[in-house]
Structures are given as C-alpha cells and as structure tokens.
C-alpha cells in the first residue's frame, strides 16, 4: 500500500508539469526567443563555449572516462560505484531524448526567426524538426540530479543551477525555454530513478564478481 500511495503524486506532478509546459509553448517560448535574439550580440560567445562544455557527447566523453578509469586502471570500487549512476543515467537520458525529438518534431527557434515557422511536425528525423527537448538540457540535469540525489540539503541548488546553466542554449537560438525544461524534468527523473534503484542492491556490473559466483555455487551437501 505504500508503494501505491507514492505513485498518485507522481501521477498529478507529471499531468501539472505537462500543462505547464502546455502554456509555456503557447504563450511564453515565441515571446521568450525573440526577447533574447537582442542579447545574443554580447552573449553569444560565452554561452557557445558554455554550451560546447555541457553538450551530451563531451559530459559522456569524461564521465564514461572516468568510471573506466577507476573501474580498470585504479580498480577503485568505491569510486567507480560512485559513477555508475552517473553515467547509467547520461547514457540512458540521451537515449530517452532522441526518442522524444523524434516523436515531437518542434521546429527550431532559427526557423521562428527566418521563416515564422513555429509548430510541431509529429515524427519527423529532420534537425530542423528537433528541438524538444534539449539534450544539452538533460545532459546536465542528469549530473545535477545525480548530485541532489547524493547531497539532498542541497537539492533546490543543483535544480536551480542546472536550469540555469541550459539556458545558455536559449541564448543562443538553439532551443526554446519548454525544451529547456522538459529536458531538465527528463534528466533529473532518470537519474533519481536510476540512483535509487542501485541504491537498494548492487550495481549491474558488479553483480557477477568472483566472489560472488563462488557464493552462489551450490554446496556438495545440496547436491547430494
């Protein structure tokens, strides 16, 4: 009873988040995107190289580095049982955030700007057509939300601060302010998901140790 009674919150936030993000594509991002192509003159540099750093190929490029790392050269079981969430959650949220920009297909702030095209082209493979959500987003909701999960007197900082952070790629015309969002809500529920989980039993790759293969052998005495 108790497992059910904590999925009725999820249930509502997720249909509150969904209308919230509803408004937001109707009434805030068109608003939103234009009000920032003034800014861009002066922001444009710093928010690139800020984007170049939080993009999903460079934050998996380091952390599945690292996790190795340790995992292989160091053998540090601590410290690569520290990572695993982290990347689990960076491979499994991008994964999550090309089947949504697919199924979706919204038209990119550029085409708002030239051609005043502004609207959704359900399934559609085209870049053009693939701006929600953000993959920058959820890439680095996915570190943040790993980081609240670890450190939760600090949640409301990491949330905050991964917002903030993605906006860079409103800044620079490359997605609208709902695509920030929903990236972050996808990135910080995937990693959760994936850090208590492993938090309740062993990681996957740690599972079928020596010793534990030993362990799970059946005795002479049960055999007989």
């Known amino acids: 009873m108790i497992v059910k009674s904590k999925k009725i919150p999820v249930f509502f936030n997720v249909i509150l988040f969904g209308i919230l993000m509803g408004c937001c594509y109707c009434f805030i991002d068109d608003r939103f995107a234009l009000h920032t192509q003034h800014l861009r003159d002066g922001l444009y540099i710093p928010m690139r190289i800020l984007s170049i750093f939080i993009s999903p190929p460079t934050q998996?490029?380091?952390?599945?580095?690292?996790?190795?790392?340790?995992?292989?050269?160091?053998?540090?079981?601590?410290?690569?049982?520290?990572?695993?969430?982290?990347?689990?959650?960076?491979?499994?949220?991008?994964?999550?955030?090309?089947?949504?920009?697919?199924?979706?297909?919204?038209?990119?702030?550029?085409?708002?700007?030239?051609?005043?095209?502004?609207?959704?082209?359900?399934?559609?493979?085209?870049?053009?057509?693939?701006?929600?959500?953000?993959?920058?987003a959820a890439t680095i909701a996915a570190i943040m939300g790993f980081l609240a999960a670890r450190h939760p007197r600090y949640a409301l900082l990491y949330i905050l601060g991964s917002i903030a952070i993605s906006l860079c790629r409103v800044f620079i015309g490359a997605h609208y302010l709902t695509d920030i969002l929903v990236g972050n809500f996808l990135g910080f529920y995937v990693s959760w998901m994936i850090y208590f989980q492993e938090s309740l039993q062993e990681p996957a790759y740690l599972q079928y140790t020596e010793k534990d293969t030993y362990d799970k052998l059946p005795s002479y005495s049960e055999t007989n």
């Open 60 to 136: 998996l490029t380091i952390w599945t580095a690292l996790f190795l790392w340790f995992l292989i050269i160091k053998k540090s079981d601590k410290i690569s049982h520290y990572l695993y969430p982290m990347v689990a959650s960076l491979i499994l949220t991008n994964a999550l955030v090309r089947v949504v920009k697919v199924f979706f297909g919204r038209s990119r702030p550029d085409m708002l700007l030239t051609d005043g095209i502004y609207h959704l082209k359900m399934i559609s493979f085209q870049r053009i057509f693939s701006s929600l959500p953000s993959g920058h």
